[in-house]
Nanobody, 116 residues
Framework: QVQFVESGGGLVQPGGSMRLSCVAS????????MGWYRQAPGKQRELVAA???????NYANSVEGRFTISRDNAKNTVYLQMNSLKPEDTAVYYC??????????WGQGTQVTVSS
């Protein structure tokens, strides 16, 4: 079965940095566009960043210039490097793709808390 496992979250101070990882199994990872989403309590889940099989990226306006998405196909892993973190970045972060059958596949999420 398809499985995504996120890790790397935790507590970080404003202005700090953190790198999230998402390890995929059960799929041919290298052929999928991958995305990072986040959801704060009481808010909608939103797209943070995405990366295509060819390495093209896009970012939400709120994180552009601060976050970088990347992938290592040999490790079946997508990363989200987060710099200059702000309290409003606090959320559960999820990795996600759309499978060939059209079904969304999500990881379990990792909590990121930005607070002094």
């Amino acid at each position: 079965q398809v499985q995504f496992v996120e890790s790397g979250g935790g507590l970080v101070q404003p202005g700090g940095s953190m790198r999230l990882s998402c390890v995929a199994s059960g799929i041919s990872f290298s052929i999928y566009t991958m995305g990072w989403y986040r959801q704060a309590p009481g808010k909608q889940r939103e797209l943070v960043a995405a990366i295509t099989v060819g390495g093209s990226t896009n970012y939400a306006n709120s994180v552009e210039g601060r976050f970088t998405i990347s992938r290592d196909n040999a490790k079946n892993t997508v990363y989200l490097q987060m710099n200059s973190l702000k309290p409003e970045d606090t959320a559960v972060y999820y990795c996600k793709t759309v499978l060939t059958n059209g079904l969304f596949a999500w990881g379990q999420g990792t909590q990121v808390t930005v607070s002094s």
